[in-house]
């Protein structure tokens, strides 16, 4: 009999992407798994370190856990990875609802780089921030990472873009496991 694979393990994240990869989130019009692609390589590209890369990748795979439109995927997601992943992983990840907040307070003209449907979520995961709230979010070790992901999230919607594929990334996925 086929076993389940263990929650965050590879063979974990490799099966759902397989499952789920193909869904489409409607306010960006690419798939879960072309999204992922493209973040990833957006952050090799920036020279990024292992970890933020692995962020990239995984960052919405709590979209693919919870069905695309859960409300709190940015937590289900780094849930899920810390059975098998260090904080400079789960953490960018699990503050990159947080991150956009944070980047609409600070940058005011970061409106205009944001999908419309990034937007709407916002009014859900609490507006703008107040000043103790930014001061809380620049003091969390892991916030400047959060802040690279934010950004790299909201670039990595282009539907034509060519991305390596998601093999390409076992290794390094591997090398980050702590379990
Ligand atoms: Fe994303």
Redesign the pocket.
Known sequence: MEQTPKPGSLAAIYALFEERGALVDPGDGISQLE?ALQ?ASLARKECRGDALIAACLL??IGHMLEGVGGKHHEASGAVWLSRSFPPAVTEPIRLHAEAKRYLLTREPNYRDQLAEASLMSLEFQGGLMSKEELSAFEALPHHASAVHLRRI?DQAKEPEAESPRLESWRMLLARLMTA
Do not use: A, L, N, T
Request: negative net charge; aromatic residues 0%; charged residues 40%.
């Open positions: 999204h973040s960052h919405d999230d």
